[in-house]
């Protein structure tokens, strides 16, 4: 699958799934229409359906207007979020499928951040692409507005048991910012330090370090590392969800 990431207000993602051979496109987290339409016209792409991880304005803000430009393309969100997805039109459930860019994804539940949070997963032959919204970011995990750490542990253990080789598009370019906040707990983590720098270089290469990769994730993100001993012996900790709790009053 070609996955054509959309900058939108600064620092927010929406991205385009591009079905090349048909010219269509399905669109994630539309949260300005402008930019999403840009890129559409600029690839001469027809948008085919609208896929939101869940309910805040920024990443649900540019529905309207596509819907008005794009009659009859289906909006889909999570049951839980009737009500709060403008125009929405398909309300899903974990484990149910969805067809964008001519692939067949998977929905994953992600309560934590927010109640109704979908994460969509495109399954390839060695891995995948990852879809998280703002449950998963680049050294770092949403805030919990509407769930427990506990809820979030659950939520992120699936993420985390999904394919090494899966490609992770969150929802917001917070990597650098995630990647300090690492390092406030292990402030001589080689492996930190590296993924610290790395992370500058492709900022001011790219502006951008997506998409992570979910294997080094699990390797550098503290919140995908509640068994991992040194956090562990660093917390006074000896249970996940003691770790995980720890971790989310610390970090
Ligand atoms: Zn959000």
Not at 84 to 104: C, N, S, Y
Not at 141 to 148: I, P, Q, S
Not at 165 to 192: C, F, I, K, M, N
Request: one cysteine or more; a negative charge; glycine letters at 10%.
């Amino acid at each position: 699958m070609r996955v054509l990431p959309v900058k939108v207000f600064g620092d927010n993602y929406a991205y385009l799934l591009v079905d090349e051979s048909r010219h269509t496109a399905a669109v994630v987290d539309p949260g300005d229409a402008a930019p999403v339409r840009e890129w559409l016209a600029r690839g001469g792409l027809r948008l085919t359906a609208i896929l939101a991880t869940h309910h805040h304005e920024d990443h649900v803000g540019g529905i309207g207007e596509l819907c008005s430009v794009f009659p009859d393309v289906p909006v889909l969100g999570s049951a839980e979020d009737k009500g709060r997805i403008p125009h929405q039109t398909v309300f899903l459930d974990d484990g149910e499928g969805v067809e964008a860019a001519g692939m067949r994804g998977l929905v994953i539940a992600t309560p934590g951040h927010t109640r109704g949070g979908l994460a969509y997963f495109f399954p390839a032959p060695l891995g995948g692409d990852l879809f998280a919204g703002d449950t998963l970011f680049g050294g770092t995990m949403g805030n919990l507005f509407e769930g427990t750490p506990a809820r979030m542990l659950e939520t992120l253990r699936r993420l985390r048991d999904l394919p090494p080789r899966t490609r992770l598009w969150p929802g917001h370019e917070y990597t650098e910012s995630g990647v300090r906040d690492a390092l406030r707990l292990q402030p001589d983590d080689a492996v930190l330090i590296a993924r610290l720098a790395a992370v500058e270089s492709a900022l001011a290469r790219d502006g951008r370090t997506i998409p992570l990769s979910l294997d080094e994730e699990r390797r550098v993100n503290p919140f995908l590392r509640w068994d991992d001993p040194a956090i562990r012996a660093l917390l006074g900790t000896a249970s996940d969800t003691a770790t995980f709790k720890k971790l989310c009053e610390v970090l």
